[in-house]
């Protein structure tokens, strides 16, 4: 899934600690629905040399959108 950004904008994702500015009409990638259990997706992520940062769950613990960064990720404030 795509969203496309209508107006110039800038986005702070405070738990990511990132500052993002976006053009007009650029698109945003925001979804690949695939089904992982949490030691699959942390095993995928693990081989490709990323970790988990933080995960949020819904209360049944069926579905899960998590911020995964690449290991040694130095935030820039």
């Known amino acids: 899934m795509h969203l496309e ?3 110039k904008q800038k986005v702070f994702i405070a738990a990511a600690e990132l500052e993002i ?3 007009k009409y650029e698109t945003i990638h925001t979804e690949n629905s695939y ?3 949490d030691d699959s997706l942390r ?4 081989d490709s040399d990323f970790h988990i940062e933080r995960a949020w ?5 069926w ?3 998590t911020l995964s960064r690449p290991d040694g ?4 404030v």
């Not at 095993?43 to 693990?46: E, F, H, N, V």
């Not at 769950?57 to 613990?61: I, L, V």
């Open 73 to 76: 990720f130095k935030v820039q």
């Open 43 to 46: 095993a995928l992520l693990r």
């Open 5 to 7: 950004i209508m107006s």
């Open 21 to 23: 500015d976006f053009m």
């Open 35 to 37: 089904k992982f259990s």
């Open 63 to 65: 579905y899960a959108i």
């Open 57 to 61: 769950k819904d209360r049944h613990d």
